[in-house]
């Protein structure tokens, strides 16, 4: 398409090609190393994720000092693991009771505890859960299949700063003979968003 | 931007929460490229978090709602990029059709074991203090009533609304100035809890509650006769 001004282009639609652009162009100039971006996608698809945040829940079902420091200093506790780092330098973990159900929401953008959960699912990115999470969470909790009794707190965590919430989910009935790594595995990670329970 | 509607918490009329099974990390290869982008070039870039933040909430609200999310992240990042000088329109129109640019090599980028290392390392948001808090766990809030023009973290939903203070957290980079590079401005962060139906109205569960952070500034000590 002809344009009035030649110094403009328009920018492919095709935004493979517009990424591929800029990442080219940057690493030219030496702004970037295309090794140390796929660092950065090695670390999301490979090293950080929930079934980090599993194993601190399943340890924390079966060490109560554990679970002590898990709720005192989340950051301290995931770090013991090996679970530390950006979007989790302030982790705070907060356990589900007989009382409380929590919930936990980013409604201004989309806050998540990386190191433990790696990155949201879109979902929780979603203008539907950010915006009904904090007004209606129990329907929210209904479309997932969590049901909570009338006269339980439904408790929603918004993350507008930069703490980080993890669930700690209740621990299934009749899990006494599992070992810490079958009980991770009983983790999921809605339950550790809240809009899960553990698996049965 | 304050009033826009990036702040969504408590709207109506978006739908059941769209979920899907076996999601991958991600969608598209060039996706985890634009979180890697702007994970490598933060230092060149001179950004932080809040500027960030601030730079997706000024889209106009049609278009931050049009966007999927990592296309909003990356126009931000291409558009950034722009604004400080790293590439230039020229350099990227080549690219486009499918030319190559020469190779200048302006700066020194970080690679991949110092990216890992940055990742696992994290970031201080906690600054020390020498004020001493205005308020205690136990005390009785409210969110201030404040529509400003710039940043903020406080959502529209808990502003005039009372609260109690449930934790305290020290002081913390304060993002309504860190956003336009105008300091740190450390203030004190709270947490506090609000009732459901403070926030919603009779309507909603007694029971309910949602915990919110909040830095000092957005918060007001009730006044005794009201």
């Known amino acids: 398409m002809p344009h009035d001004s030649h110094d403009h282009t328009d920018p492919p639609s095709d935004l493979t090609l517009r990424v591929k652009a800029l990442e080219t162009a940057l690493t030219r100039k030496g702004y970037v190393d295309p090794a140390a971006v796929d660092a950065v996608v090695d670390t999301f698809e490979t090293k950080v994720g929930p079934r980090?945040?599993?194993?601190?829940?399943?340890?924390?079902?079966?060490?109560?000092?554990?679970?002590?420091?898990?709720?005192?200093?989340?950051?301290?506790?995931?770090?013991?693991?090996?679970?530390?780092?950006?979007?989790?330098?302030?982790l705070k973990a907060v356990e589900n009771t007989d009382d409380v159900h929590n919930i936990v929401v980013c409604t201004l953008c989309s806050c998540y505890p990386w190191p433990v959960l790696g990155l949201p699912p879109s979902?929780?990115?979603?203008?539907?859960?950010?915006?009904?999470?904090?007004?209606?969470?129990?329907a929210v909790l209904e479309e997932f299949g969590v049901s909570i009794p009338e006269d339980k707190e439904v408790r929603v965590w918004d993350s507008t700063a930069e703490l980080r919430y993890l669930v700690l989910p209740e621990r299934p009935d009749g899990?006494?003979?599992?070992?810490?790594d079958a009980l991770a595995e009983l983790v999921t990670r809605d339950s550790m968003i809240g809009t899960g329970v553990a698996k049965k | 931007m304050t009033n826009s509607v990036h702040d969504m918490?408590?709207?109506?009329?978006?739908?059941?929460?769209?979920?899907?099974?076996?999601?991958?990390?991600?969608?598209?290869?060039?996706?985890?490229?634009v979180l890697?982008?702007?994970?490598?070039?933060?230092?060149?870039?001179?950004?932080?978090?809040?500027?960030?933040?601030?730079?997706s909430e000024m889209l106009p609200p049609a278009t931050?709602?049009?966007?999927?999310?990592?296309?909003?992240?990356?126009?931000?990042?291409?558009?950034?990029?722009?604004?400080?000088?790293?590439?230039?329109?020229?350099?990227?129109?080549?690219?486009?059709?499918?030319?190559?640019?020469?190779?200048?090599?302006?700066a020194e980028p970080i690679g991949p074991d110092d990216m890992r290392r940055i990742f696992a390392k994290g970031r201080s948001y906690?600054?020390?203090?020498?004020?001493?808090?205005?308020?205690?766990?136990?005390?009785?809030?409210?969110?201030?009533?404040?529509?400003?023009?710039?940043h903020t973290r406080l959502p529209r939903y808990a502003r005039g609304k009372v609260g109690v203070v449930t934790a305290e957290h020290g002081g913390q980079?304060?993002?309504?100035t860190n956003a336009t590079f105008s300091g740190e401005g450390p203030e004190r962060l709270y947490t506090v809890r609000f009732r459901a139906t403070d926030l919603w109205g009779s309507d909603a569960n007694t029971k309910d509650t949602v915990c919110i952070d909040l830095w000092e500034p957005y918060l007001e000590t009730i006044r005794a006769d009201r």
């Not at chain 1, 539907?128 to 007004?135: H, T, W």
């Open chain 2, 36 to 55: 890697g982008l702007m994970m490598t070039t933060g230092a060149h870039l001179k950004s932080n978090i809040d500027n960030t933040r601030s730079q």
């Open chain 1, 52 to 90: 980090n945040g599993a194993a601190v829940v399943a340890k924390a079902w079966t060490d109560p000092d554990f679970k002590q420091r898990l709720l005192d200093d989340a950051s301290a506790a995931c770090a013991e693991l090996g679970f530390s780092g950006q979007q989790g330098e302030q």
């Open chain 1, 123 to 138: 979902w929780y990115k979603s203008h539907a859960y950010r915006s009904r999470a904090v007004i209606e969470p129990r």
């Open chain 1, 175 to 180: 899990t006494d003979d599992l070992s810490e």
């Open chain 2, 173 to 176: 980079i304060f993002p309504d």
């Open chain 2, 64 to 106: 931050y709602l049009s966007l999927a999310y990592y296309e909003r992240w990356f126009l931000r990042l291409e558009r950034v990029c722009k604004q400080k000088g790293l590439v230039s329109e020229r350099d990227l129109a080549a690219l486009w059709a499918g030319h190559d640019i020469p190779e200048t090599l302006e």
């Open chain 2, 126 to 150: 906690t600054r020390q203090l020498d004020a001493s808090p205005l308020f205690a766990v136990g005390d009785t809030v409210r969110a201030k009533n404040i529509n400003p023009k710039g």
């Open chain 2, 9 to 33: 918490g408590g709207m109506h009329g978006f739908g059941p929460i769209p979920r899907e099974d076996n999601e991958p990390i991600f969608h598209e290869e060039w996706e985890g490229r």
